[in-house]
C-alpha cells in the first residue's frame, strides 16, 4: 500500500504559482475556443495547439491598402494572414486541400441568430441593406491567428501572426511586382524570409516575415505601424524572439505586447451593408460585420494610421488607408469581433458613421432606429440654454455649460451648477457637441454624433462598493454594451441606493429599452463633450 | 515566483486617455471628478501603460478570474489616474487601489458574476484540475488570507506592501500568511487524501 503523500509549504506555493500563471496566462479574447454556433452547440474548449486542417479558402488576399469595406475585411477573416501563401504558386498539396468554392455568398435577410452579437447603424445618410451571411469552411491545415497590440521601443501598431503546422521548407515566393529576400542574420533557428508585395501608387510596399521552424511549422508575421520599412533592428527583433507557449501558440519577448485576439478563422461572417444616400454615382458603403475568426484584426494590415475609438461602448480601432477606405475592429468578447469598412466616398463621415453603431443583441430587444430626413437640422454644437419635452435650443457660443438630462419618462434640461460641472469634467470653454441622440414623444430623432472623448471606463463604482442596492435588474443587462460610461447613486447610510444615475455617452434603443422597467428608479444623462 | 510578469493578455486594447472621464464619486448623485487637462491626460497614459499589466496580474491573484481582473484593474487605474497629479505614490496607491476593489468584489461577486455572465460566456469552463483545485482552495480562504496568501507567493509583494495595501500592520500580514497558506494546505491535501482512498 501506497504510504500517503503530504503536502509541504514549498509544494503548496508551487501549485499556487502555477495555477495563477494558468488564470493569467488565460486570453480574454479565446478565438479558439469557439463561441456557441447559431445552433446551440458548444464551443471547443482544447488548449491552444498548432492544429492540422485543410485551408479555409484559397482566397488571395490583396495588400490592405487595396481593401474596401467589408468584403475587404471578410476576406481578411477568412484569409486572415494567408498573404504569405497568396504570394506564391500554389502546391499539388495545397490543391487539392482546397474547400469547395467559399466565394459564393448566399444572401440571408433573416437577422443574426440570438447567440451571436449583431449591431445596427444609425447614421444620418447610410440606408440599410440585406444581410449576407456567406458559408465559411472550416479545413484541415487551417492556420491559428494571433493579434498583439505593441507601445514599445519598437514603435507602437500591431503584430500579426499566422501559424502553420507541418509545411517544412516552405519558402515563399514573390507576387507579381514583389520580391522574397532571405533573412540571413539574427534568425534563431530555422530559416526565414522577407516577402515584399509590389510598391503601390498610394502605398508603400509592404513586408511578411516567414519563418520556417525546425519543427516544421511556418510563423508568418505581419505588422502595422511597428516599421514602415522592416528592417533587422526593429520589429524582427521582437519576431525572432518569439517562442512557442504553452497557453497560446507564440509568446512574443516584449512586454510591451498585449495579446488582443487568438484562433481559428470565422465559422461565422455576418454582413450588413449600409449605403450612402446622396445621390450621385459615387455614393460610397459602409459594411458592418460581425465574425467570430480571430483574424478580424488583421483588417489593419496596411494602414497608415490606426487610432483607438470607441464602437457601441467599447474599445476598437480605425485604421485608415492610403485609397483612402477605413477599416473599424473591436472586440466584442467571447471570441467575436466587429468590423466596419467605410469606402472612401464616405471616409470623411467616418467618426459620426462610427458613433451610431450601437448594439442591439441584448436581453430586451432593441428598436430599430430610423434616420433621420434631415441630419443637418439637428447637428448642434455648442450649449442647451432651453430645453422642453422633445425638444432643446442651444447657443453658440455660450459660456454656460450644461448637461443634457434625458429622463425615462420624457426629455426635460437641468441647468447645473459651476462645481457639478467641474465635477463632471465639461471644460469651461466651448464649443460643444452634444453628443447623444434625443428621443421625443413622437419618436427618435437624430440630434448629433460627433467625436467620441468619453468611453465606457470608468464605470462608477459606488454600487460595487456600497452593498446591496435594489437595482438587480441591472445585473441582467449587459449595461456597457449599451453605451453606458458609468452609473451612480444616491447612497443611504445603510449603505444602499435609493437612486441610480446611469450616465451614458450616447443613448441607444436598446439602453432606454433595457433601462425602461426602471423608469422611476433611474435617470439617464448625457454627456456634453468639448470639441 | 519568477519575476516574468504574466503576459498582458486581453481584449483591452491601449486606448488612448485624451479625453474626459468619468471616475468614481462619494456619496452624491453624479460623477464627481475630473481629469482636466491635457497634460494629466497625458500623465495618466503614461501611467496607465506603465502599470495595467502588474494591476491585471494582482487582480488575477485576488479574483482568480482573467477577465475581472482586467476590469478590476481598469476601474483601478482610471480611479487613480484620476488622482494622478494629487498624490505622491501612485504605484502604492494603485496596490492598495485593486486591493480593495477586489475586496468589494468579492463582497457582492455573486451579483456581479450574474452580470458578466454574458461577457465571460466563450471563456474556458475549466482550467487544469490542478488549478482548479487551487482556485476552489483560495476560494475558501477569507479575502484578507486569500490577498495575503496570493500577493506574497504569486505577485512578489512584501509585507509591508501587503500590509499597507490592507491597511494592517505587517505582524497581521505573517499571521495572514501563516494562515492562509495552512488553509489553502489543508484543502489540497483533503482533495489528496480523497483521490488516494483505494476503491471500496
Known amino acids: ?531 | 515566483m519568477d519575476d516574468a510578469a504574466p503576459e498582458p493578455h486581453g481584449v483591452s486594447p491601449e486606448v488612448g486617455f485624451n479625453r474626459v472621464t468619468l471616475v468614481p464619486g462619494d456619496q452624491h448623485v453624479g460623477p464627481s471628478s475630473v481629469r482636466p487637462t491635457s497634460s494629466d491626460f497625458q500623465n495618466f497614459d503614461d501611467f496607465y501603460r506603465a502599470h495595467r499589466a502588474d494591476a491585471v496580474s494582482w487582480a488575477v491573484a485576488l479574483v482568480g478570474d482573467r477577465f475581472i481582473a482586467e476590469e478590476l484593474a481598469q476601474d483601478a487605474l482610471a480611479a487613480v489616474g484620476a488622482k494622478l497629479h494629487t498624490i505622491d505614490n501612485p504605484s502604492g496607491y494603485l496596490r492598495r487601489t485593486v486591493v480593495n476593489r477586489a475586496a468589494s468584489w468579492h463582497r457582492s461577486h455573486a451579483r456581479e458574476l450574474k452580470r458578466i455572465r454574458y461577457a465571460s460566456a466563450g471563456e474556458p469552463t475549466a482550467y487544469t484540475a490542478e488549478t482548479t483545485e487551487m482556485l476552489q482552495a483560495l476560494t475558501s480562504l477569507p479575502y484578507k488570507q486569500r490577498a495575503a496568501v496570493t500577493l506574497r507567493y504569486w505577485s512578489d509583494w512584501t509585507d509591508d506592501q501587503i500590509a499597507e495595501a490592507l491597511d494592517c500592520a505587517p505582524a497581521t500580514v505573517r499571521v495572514l500568511l501563516h494562515r492562509g497558506l495552512a488553509a489553502v494546505k489543508g484543502e489540497l491535501q483533503r482533495e489528496l487524501d480523497q483521490a488516494q482512498e483505494p476503491p471500496r
Open chain 1, 1 to 531: 500500500m501506497n504510504s500517503p503523500t503530504t503536502l509541504t509549504d514549498e509544494a503548496v506555493i508551487t501549485r499556487l504559482r502555477r495555477a495563477l500563471d494558468e488564470v493569467a496566462a488565460a486570453a480574454t479574447d479565446l478565438g479558439n475556443d469557439a463561441p456557441s454556433n447559431a445552433s446551440g452547440e458548444a464551443g471547443r474548449t482544447e488548449p491552444f495547439q498548432v492544429v492540422t486542417r485543410r485551408p479555409t479558402g484559397r482566397a488571395t488576399r490583396g495588400r490592405a491598402t487595396t481593401m474596401l469595406g467589408v468584403a475587404a475585411a471578410c476576406t481578411a477573416l477568412v484569409s486572415g494572414a494567408l498573404v504569405a501563401l497568396s504570394q506564391r504558386a500554389p502546391s499539388p498539396t495545397d490543391l487539392a486541400a482546397d474547400p469547395p468554392d467559399a466565394t459564393v455568398f448566399v444572401p440571408d435577410t433573416a437577422a443574426p441568430a440570438a447567440s451571436e452579437p449583431s449591431f445596427t447603424l444609425a447614421a444620418a445618410n447610410l440606408v440599410p441593406g440585406e444581410i449576407t451571411r456567406p458559408p465559411q469552411f472550416p479545413a484541415d491545415g487551417e492556420p491559428l491567428f494571433q493579434t498583439w497590440s505593441v507601445a514599445g521601443d519598437n514603435g507602437s501598431g500591431f503584430l500579426f501572426a499566422t501559424i502553420y503546422s507541418n509545411r517544412p521548407d516552405d519558402q515563399p515566393e514573390a507576387a507579381a511586382g514583389g520580391a522574397v529576400e532571405e533573412v540571413l542574420s539574427g534568425v534563431p533557428d530555422g530559416r526565414a524570409w522577407l516577402v515584399t508585395s509590389a510598391p503601390q501608387a498610394d502605398a508603400p510596399a509592404q513586408g511578411s516575415l516567414w519563418w520556417s521552424r525546425p519543427d516544421g511549422s511556418v510563423w508568418v508575421f505581419d505588422e502595422q505601424g511597428l516599421s514602415s520599412t522592416p528592417q533587422l533592428g526593429g520589429w524582427f527583433d521582437v519576431v525572432f524572439g518569439a517562442q512557442p507557449g504553452s497557453g497560446v501558440p507564440i509568446v512574443l519577448p516584449d512586454t510591451s505586447a498585449t495579446l488582443i485576439s487568438v484562433g481559428v478563422a470565422a465559422r461565422t461572417i455576418v454582413t450588413q451593408r449600409f449605403t450612402g444616400a446622396s445621390a450621385g454615382p459615387s455614393i460610397g458603403t459602409a459594411d458592418l460585420t460581425v465574425s467570430d475568426g480571430a483574424a478580424a484584426p488583421t483588417a489593419l494590415i496596411g494602414a497608415t494610421t490606426v487610432t483607438p475609438v470607441t464602437v457601441a461602448g467599447g474599445a476598437g480601432w480605425k485604421g485608415v488607408f492610403p485609397d483612402g477606405h477605413v477599416a473599424v475592429v473591436w472586440p466584442v468578447g467571447s471570441g467575436w469581433w466587429g468590423l466596419l469598412g467605410i469606402s472612401p466616398e464616405l471616409a470623411a463621415q467616418a467618426d459620426g458613421i462610427i458613433t451610431g453603431i450601437a448594439r442591439v443583441d441584448t436581453a430586451i430587444p432593441a428598436t430599430p432606429v430610423a434616420p433621420p430626413t434631415d441630419p443637418q437640422e439637428y447637428l448642434v454644437v455648442g450649449s442647451i440654454v432651453e430645453a422642453s419635452p422633445g425638444q432643446f435650443v442651444v447657443e453658440v457660443p455660450t459660456a454656460d455649460e450644461s448637461v443634457a438630462a434625458l429622463s425615462l419618462r420624457g426629455f426635460s434640461w437641468d441647468a447645473v451648477p459651476d462645481e457639478a460641472v467641474d465635477d463632471v469634467g465639461v471644460v469651461r470653454t466651448g464649443p460643444y457637441a452634444l453628443v447623444v441622440r434625443a428621443y421625443s414623444d413622437r419618436g427618435a430623432e437624430f440630434v448629433s454624433i460627433t467625436g467620441p472623448r468619453v468611453v465606457n471606463e470608468p464605470r462608477d463604482p459606488c454600487i460595487f462598493d456600497n452593498g446591496p442596492y435594489p437595482f438587480d435588474a441591472l445585473n441582467d443587462i449587459d449595461i456597457t454594451s449599451l453605451g453606458v460610461v458609468g452609473y451612480d447613486a444616491q447612497l443611504n447610510t445603510d449603505g444602499t441606493c435609493d437612486r441610480l444615475v446611469v450616465w451614458a455617452y450616447v443613448d441607444t434603443p436598446g439602453l432606454r429599452a433595457a433601462l425602461d422597467p426602471l423608469a422611476d428608479q433611474v435617470e439617464l444623462q448625457f454627456l456634453l463633450t468639448p470639441v
